[in-house]
């Protein structure tokens, strides 16, 4: 069973920087896919990037790019979610999830097939 656990969430001011990690419990396929979701209160989840290696790396959502950065650290099982220049837009619960036997990486919600608990992300002064 594989097992994710996001960690660094927390409160911000804006224009601050957070790095979000997710802990994979076992080895995947170094190509699994993490993708990285968030969700405000009241807002769907939406995808927020996917990396299935340190050179394969996709960013869903315009209003991060160029402020978020996603990168894994294979051999060690980590994923990072580096935001900079937060927002108080960008207060949302994070996931990070993967799909185990694929080298796909996807927005869709549904495509994913196990996913940590969350890490709250707080940005206000």
């Known amino acids: 069973q594989v097992q994710l656990v996001e960690s660094g969430g927390g409160l911000v001011q804006p224009g601050g920087s957070l790095t979000l990690s997710c802990a994979v419990s076992r080895s995947t396929l170094d190509e699994a896919p993490i993708g990285w979701f968030r969700q405000a209160p009241g807002k769907e989840r939406e995808a927020i990037s996917c990396i299935t290696s340190s050179t394969r790396i996709i960013y869903y959502l315009d209003s991060v790019k160029g402020r978020f950065t996603a990168s894994r650290d294979a051999a060690n099982n980590m994923n990072y979610l580096q935001m900079n220049n937060l927002k108080p837009d960008d207060t949302a619960v994070y996931y990070c999830?993967?799909?185990?036997?694929?080298?796909?990486?996807?927005?869709?919600?549904?495509?994913?097939?196990?996913w940590g608990q969350g890490t709250q992300v707080t940005v206000s002064s």
């Open positions: 999830a993967t799909k185990r036997a694929s080298g796909v990486c996807s927005s869709y919600r549904s495509w994913y097939t196990h």
